[in-house]
């Protein structure tokens, strides 16, 4: 059974840093993606960095290029991703999902991850 689980979120004055940890587990094989989302109130989830898992394969969205680092690492049968977000801003306010699992869609669209995580909570006060 496959489990996505998100940890790192918190609370962080605006030029500050987080770092969020996904970590993937019960996959049989490797090469897959992991990715992260996010979705404040009233908004539609957007796609913020992805990876591509045993590739050097990354994508950022515009508003976060500059400033979010995506890696990776694997221990055994689990998958992590790390983002690394940088000078934060009041409208990276969101909660931060981990998707895993893609079907060959692209990057930023939900609908191309098949595995979800339950999502962590940052704000950045201004």
């Known amino acids: 059974q496959v489990h996505v689980r998100e940890s790192g979120g918190g609370s962080v004055q605006a030029g500050g840093s987080l770092r969020l940890t996904c970590t993937a587990s019960?996959?049989?094989?490797?090469?897959?993606?992991m990715a992260w989302f996010r979705q404040a109130p009233g908004k539609q989830r957007e796609g913020v960095a992805f990876?591509?898992?045993?590739?050097?394969?990354?994508?950022?969205s515009d508003s976060t290029k500059t400033r979010f680092a995506i890696s990776q690492e694997n221990a055994g049968a689990d998958y992590t991703a790390h983002l690394q977000m940088n000078r934060l801003e009041p409208d990276d306010s969101a909660m931060y999902y981990c998707?895993?699992?893609?079907?060959?869609?692209?990057?930023?669209?939900?609908?191309?991850?098949?595995?979800w995580g339950q999502g962590t909570q940052v704000t950045v006060s201004s």
């Open positions: 019960g996959y049989n094989s490797g090469g897959f993606c």
């Open positions: 998707a895993t699992d893609c079907n060959g869609g692209p990057w930023d669209s939900p609908d191309t991850y098949v595995n």
């Open positions: 990876i591509l898992i045993g590739t050097s394969l990354t994508h950022f």
